[in-house]
T-cell receptor, first 112, second 117 residues
Framework: DAKTTQPPSMDCAEGRAANLPCNHS???????VYWYRQIHSQGPQYIIH???NNETNEMASLIITEDRKSSTLILPHATLRDTAVYYC?????????????FGTGTRLLVSP | NAGVTQTPKFRILKIGQSMTLQCTQD?????MYWYRQDPGMGLKLIYY???????DKGEVPNGYNVSRSTTEDFPLRLELAAPSQTSVYFC????????????????FGAGTRLSVL
C-alpha cells in the first residue's frame, strides 16, 4: 500500500468548511483513497473513498487531483461533533483480504 | 442492527493472567479483524479471518490467539498478559465477494480498553 502524509493537526471554526489534505505521491493506478475518522478513542468510522473522480456523500466530499498524488477531504459545514482524528488511507479496493494501514492522521479541532 | 459488539469495555489484568476479548457482528460479514491501538498511535493489525475456520496473523500477533468457529464471532485470547499488551483493542468486520473494485469497508466496534499491571 502507498504511504500517505497528513498534517498532524488543524483547526476549524464551527459552520465553516474543513479542508483536510493528504499526500500520496506513490499511489498506484489500482489504489483507492479511503478516509476514516476516529472520534475520541471510539472505533474508526468510514467516511468516503474514491479512485480518480471527485466523490460526495452525506458526510463529506473527496477531491482527488488529476495526477492522483494528493487529495482533500471536505467537511462542508463543520460541527463540534466533527472534532476527531482523520485518517487518509490508500489501498487496493475489493479483491481479497485488505489491510488498513493507519498512520497518525490529522487531529481536527472544531471550535465554536 | 447492533453492528460490531465488543465485550468487555474495560478490563484490568494482572501480569500473567489470561483473558478473552469477545467480538460479535450481526451483518453476516465474512471478514473479521482485530487491531490494537497504543496511545497517540494508529491501529496495528493483530489477526484477521476471511471466514469461519480460517484465521491468519497480522503485523503484531505475538502473545495473542484467535479462533473463528462461526461467521458471527471472532474472540481474541490473551495468554500470560504482559504490560506491553496494555492498549485499546478494536474488532472490525467487512464484506468482500472477492471482486476487484468492491468497497470492502470495515466497520469497527467501540473497543476494549485493557490495562495490564
Amino acid at each position: 500500500d502507498a504511504k500517505t502524509t497528513q498534517p498532524p493537526s488543524m483547526d476549524c471554526a464551527e459552520g465553516r468548511a474543513a479542508n483536510l489534505p493528504c499526500n500520496h505521491s506513490t499511489i498506484s493506478g489500482n489504489e483507492y483513497v479511503y478516509w476514516y475518522r476516529q472520534i475520541h478513542s471510539q472505533g474508526p468510522q468510514y467516511i468516503i473513498h474514491g479512485l480518480k473522480n471527485n466523490e460526495t456523500n452525506e458526510m463529506a466530499s473527496l477531491i482527488i487531483t488529476e495526477d492522483r498524488k494528493s487529495s482533500t477531504l471536505i467537511l462542508p459545514h463543520a460541527t463540534l461533533r466533527d472534532t476527531a482524528v482523520y485518517y487518509c488511507i490508500v489501498r487496493v479496493a475489493g479483491g481479497g483480504f485488505q489491510k488498513l494501514v493507519f498512520g497518525t492522521g490529522t487531529r481536527l479541532l472544531v471550535s465554536p | 442492527n447492533a453492528g460490531v459488539t465488543q465485550t468487555p469495555k474495560f478490563r484490568i489484568l494482572k501480569i500473567g493472567q489470561s483473558m478473552t476479548l469477545q467480538c460479535t457482528q450481526d451483518m453476516n460479514h465474512n471478514y473479521m479483524y482485530w487491531y490494537r491501538q497504543d496511545p497517540g498511535m494508529g491501529l496495528k493489525l493483530i489477526y484477521y479471518s476471511v471466514g469461519a475456520g480460517i484465521t491468519d496473523k497480522g503485523e503484531v500477533p505475538n502473545g495473542y490467539n484467535v479462533s473463528r468457529s462461526t461467521t458471527e464471532d471472532f474472540p481474541l485470547r490473551l495468554e500470560l498478559a504482559a504490560p506491553s499488551q496494555t492498549s485499546v483493542y478494536f474488532c472490525a468486520s467487512s464484506y468482500s465477494r472477492g471482486l476487484a473494485g468492491a468497497k470492502n469497508i470495515q466497520y469497527f466496534g467501540a473497543g476494549t480498553r485493557l490495562s495490564v499491571l
